[in-house]
């Protein structure tokens, strides 16, 4: 199932109300209720009740949480561009942070970045960390690589450097992370495009 259709799409499919997924999924239906509309935050919920509402619906557990998180509690539907032609997308923010644009941050990918944000708060060696890839996009899922552009300041391009700040990134992102150097990178390259819908995370 594709996360950026309704949920309820799924249910109508279905021949579904959310008294019938309860009675259906064994799922307490106040739990039910308050997923479904944006009352009770999906982290707070029992992985045991989100897997029989997954398995009932015929959906994985990723797909389930993936639709879930991004929920608009106004029109219940998945996710909202900002327009066809930017193709920003915005998410239910699971971790604030006062310096990062956290609804531009798949949910499953927020902890990491919030990590990143404190870590690197203040080194004089960044010109700025970007995030980019599938972590800001619909194509995300908790195994997904944290895809990271890192620009130095000019006197702290070298090796010893990129290693050290390498390391600490990857520790942060569970060594899940994929780095590109600025200085190592051209406009020419298909790369840059998907670079410039990036969010700055530091």
């Not at 949920?7 to 009675?23: D, Q, T, V």
């Not at 106004?74 to 920003?88: A, G, P, T, V």
């Not at 990590?115 to 708060?121: D, G, K, M």
């Not at 990178?185 to 410039?196: A, F, G, M, V, W």
């Amino acid at each position: 199932m594709n996360t950026d259709i309704k949920l309820f799409e799924r249910l109508k499919a279905y021949s579904l109300n959310l008294h019938l997924l309860s009675e259906g999924s064994g799922v307490a239906y106040s739990t039910v209720y308050n997923l479904f509309t944006g009352k009770k935050d999906i982290a707070d919920a029992k992985s045991e009740s989100l897997y029989k509402i997954a398995g009932y619906l015929g959906m994985s557990m990723d797909q389930l949480y993936q639709a879930l998180s991004i929920t608009d509690n106004r029109s219940n539907i998945l996710i909202q561009k900002q327009d066809s032609m930017s193709e920003k997308y915005y998410f239910k923010v699971l971790y604030n942070s006062e310096k990062v644009d956290m609804k531009r941050v798949f949910p499953t990918k927020q902890l990491a970045v919030s990590r990143i944000s404190q870590a690197f708060a203040g080194d004089k060696r960044l010109a700025c960390i970007l995030l980019f890839g599938s972590s800001v996009t619909m194509n995300c899922n908790k195994d997904s690589d944290i895809d990271l552009l890192v620009r130095l300041n000019k006197d702290y391009v070298n090796v010893e450097t990129k290693n050290e700040i390498s390391e600490k990134l990857q520790e942060l992102c569970d060594w899940n992370a994929d780095i590109i150097w600025y200085d190592r990178i051209s406009p020419q390259e298909r790369i840059y495009k998907n670079i410039l819908k990036g969010v700055q995370i530091v």
